[in-house]
């Protein structure tokens, strides 16, 4: 039986140098066929379906972040080096580019004011150019979270950071308008990345088994920065498999610990349980249309063409603020 090596050499005149290398699998796995990595080459422009890196997104967002006034100027800058107006085939199609840039009538729209708890020092805030925060301010509807757990997928995390962390999140969590148990169900559980799925697995079922038939409400997970796929096998994982809402939070953010992070991370964490941060003031003082937001309602209104629920809707919107609809939108599902 010849090795890989003296196949290649006889078969391809292809010296491999690198033997200690693993060869890549390539094909289906019924007939699985083995490479050396050497004699394999990526097609460039491959479409990369996994997350980037930290230097990846950073170099990402340097091309794409511009403003306005430096992507116009690219803009213009390709036009003009592409010269359209003497290109033989958009000549042959009867296509005419300008090189001006199009102009649209638009309007800037005024801030809406926010409505927050009663028992904030701050009840409502109008936004400054499209920035607020939550300082003084409390949650409009603050949701519970009694049955947690924490997991830590990073080395250089200990679990005393990881511990003190978890103490200021649920701090700023209660601060903000919630209700959060500053204790875990079962302690602080460190694992490695590449064992995910056991590991989720293994901290749900003890924690269901520890709560004797009360359900885990939430999952803190803690990652290392560069994590490439962990996140999204996280998030897969707890959503398809476990039933689980998650919060992933990164190990700068554990080991630098901000007031504006925690307080975003309280955000999300709050309408991933079925709270809300804040509503439109107009729309509690019924200034604005009232949305009923219902997908069998929706279905309903496009099978039966403005049957008797949309008839019903039309009396709930009357009722609640004293005048019929100026217009009707729907939205497609």
């Known amino acids: ?90 000549k042959e199609f009867g296509i005419k580019i300008s090189e001006k840039l199009a102009s649209v009538d638009a309007r800037v729209l005024p801030a809406p004011w926010l409505k927050y708890h009663e028992t904030g020092k701050e009840k409502d805030c109008l936004p400054q150019v499209g920035q607020w925060n939550m300082m003084n301010k409390k949650m409009i509807n603050g949701m519970t979270v009694s049955r947690w757990a924490c997991i830590n997928f990073s080395r250089s995390v200990q679990e005393s950071v990881a511990r003190g962390f978890c103490n200021e999140l649920a701090q700023m969590c209660q601060v903000s308008g919630m209700e959060f148990n500053p204790e875990p169900v079962i302690p602080f559980y460190t694992a490695k990345p590449e064992q995910v799925e056991k590991a989720l697995k293994h901290v749900y079922h ?23 796929s962990l ?25 630098k610990i901000s007031k504006q992070y925690l307080a975003n991370v309280s955000l999300k964490i709050n309408v991933k349980m079925g709270g809300r941060n804040t509503v439109l003031l107009d729309a509690i003082s019924c200034r604005i249309p009232l949305v009923i937001l219902c997908r069998m309602i929706i279905k309903a209104l496009f099978a039966d063409r403005f049957g008797g629920d949309c008839r019903d ?20 599902v």
């Not at 809707?313 to 497609?332: D, E, H, M």
Request: charged share 25%; glycine share 6%.
């Open 1 to 90: 039986m010849k090795s890989v090596v003296e196949y290649f050499q006889e078969v391809y005149g292809f010296t491999i140098q690198h033997t200690n290398l693993p060869c890549l699998q390539v094909g289906n796995q019924k007939k699985a066929n083995y490479l050396p990595m050497e004699a394999c080459k990526i097609v460039e422009g491959q479409r990369y379906t996994k997350r980037l890196n930290e230097k990846q997104i950073t170099a990402l967002l340097k091309v794409t972040c511009q403003r306005p006034r430096d992507r116009e100027n690219d803009i213009l800058q390709t036009v003009q080096h592409n010269a359209y107006d003497q290109d033989p085939y958009a």
């Open 206 to 228: 003890s924690c269901m088994n520890k709560l004797k038939g009360k359900e885990l409400e939430l999952l803190l997970a803690i990652l290392p920065d560069n994590n490439g």
């Open 313 to 332: 809707l039309l009396v709930s919107f009357r009722k609640a603020t004293g005048q019929k609809p100026l217009r009707i939108i729907f939205y497609r």
């Open 231 to 255: 996140y999204g096998d996280i998030k897969r994982i707890c959503e398809t498999d476990l039933g689980l809402i998650s919060q992933c939070c990164l190990t700068k953010h554990v080991f």
